[in-house]
């Protein structure tokens, strides 16, 4: 099946500095990826919708210049969490949608990056 | 907006036993369904979608979730679990037409299958 990946899979940074998240379909084209966020005992949150060359749709409350998507290539989407604040802790979840031949049309989830600012 | 409630939070089961999970949404228009779920050290992956058609949809593994409309329910059901289901599922629900986009996840409910 369709597989994506995500990297780091844990990062520790101090508060006031920017950390970058990758995520990668590897054996599909993903025109559009989604980056979700938990909380400890939460549900997953959408924060944004990433579509290949165009720019990212963010939900209400999520602050576009903190968290900057950026999706140029069919199989690469990054998050980077700019100056980071202790807040900003959690599990960073990406999910890959494709239709290129083969796979059947879904949402691919990677398995997540745990961000810890201290 | 809309929402997603999953009953139960913690469900421990023999196996063989029979499975049947609470999901309720809130939303005013029509919407998409989702279970997904999550087996220890694994991803997420989809158990099961209801867009449209018959309301009792079958998915992978045994399972299946009916869509009762007037009380925006959406449970999933296992006749016979195994030991291989523990695993933590979630139901999920988006407003059409996007079908995966502007999904909302309700918390997860974590089930626990004893041998």
């Known amino acids: 099946g369709a597989v994506v990946s995500q990297h780091p899979s844990r990062v520790i940074c101090k508060s006031g500095t920017s950390v970058k998240i990758e995520c990668r379909s590897l054996d599909f084209q993903a025109t559009t990826m989604f980056w979700y966020r938990q909380f400890p005992k939460q549900s997953l949150m959408l924060m944004a919708t990433s579509n290949e060359g165009s720019k990212a749709t963010y939900e209400q409350g999520v602050e576009k210049d903190k968290f900057l998507i950026n999706h140029a290539s069919l199989t690469l989407s990054t998050l980077t969490v700019t100056s980071a604040h202790p807040e900003d802790s959690s599990f960073y979840i990406c999910s890959a949608f494709g239709t290129s031949g083969g796979f059947q049309e879904t949402q691919y989830f990677g398995p997540g990056t745990r961000l810890l600012v201290l | 907006a809309q929402s997603v409630s999953q009953h139960n939070h913690h469900v421990i089961l023999s196996e063989a036993a029979s499975l049947e999970l609470g999901c309720n949404y809130s939303y005013g228009g029509t919407v998409n369904l989702f279970w997904y779920v999550q087996y220890p050290g694994q991803h997420l992956q989809l158990l099961l979608k209801y867009f449209s058609g018959d309301p009792l949809v079958k998915g992978i593994k045994g399972f299946e979730a009916e869509f009762i409309k007037s009380k925006f329910s959406f449970n999933l059901r296992k006749p016979s679990v195994q030991w291989s289901d523990t695993a933590e599922y979630f139901c999920?629900?988006?407003?059409?037409?996007?079908?995966?986009?502007?999904?909302?996840f309700g918390i997860g409910t974590k089930l626990q299958v004893i041998p």
């Open positions: 999920a629900v988006s407003p059409p037409p996007g079908g995966y986009q502007k999904v909302t």
